[in-house]
């Protein structure tokens, strides 16, 4: 199977483009597919421990921690988005990873298929 990178460069709350990117991480680990999530913007707001869920809104903690568990996964925030949003790398949810541009321009070039999804 073939490696994914998806870079998820959402808009404020509200946006669908951060569920959209989760469940098609989720969509194709299970076809057998490697899938890299970017995050930056308000988006890296995802990695962020200790969200609390709520009836009716969007809460994706506990289909990312399944994802990363089938060792097919990997999502990375940006390091400096996530800094200007005033959280640090010890408010970072387990599994996640926090790196620099560099880390998903690498991703994509090492990847079969790149997707964008989101940016205004």
Do not use: P
Request: one cysteine or more.
């Amino acid at each position: 199977m073939g490696k994914l990178t998806i870079g998820c460069f959402s808009s404020l709350v509200g946006s669908v483009s951060l569920d959209f990117a989760v469940k098609l991480s989720d969509a194709a680990v299970k076809k057998g597919h490697k899938v890299d999530l970017w995050v930056s913007g308000n988006a890296t707001m995802l990695s962020k421990k200790g969200q609390k869920a709520f009836k009716d809104y969007s809460h994706l903690a506990k289909t990312l921690t399944e994802l990363f568990a089938t060792g097919n996964f990997q999502a990375t925030a940006c390091e400096a988005c996530a800094e200007a949003r005033g959280y640090h790398k010890d408010d970072t949810m387990e599994g996640w990873k926090r790196h620099s541009m560099d880390w998903y321009l690498a991703s994509c070039f090492g990847a079969d298929r790149v997707l964008h999804i989101g940016g205004d």
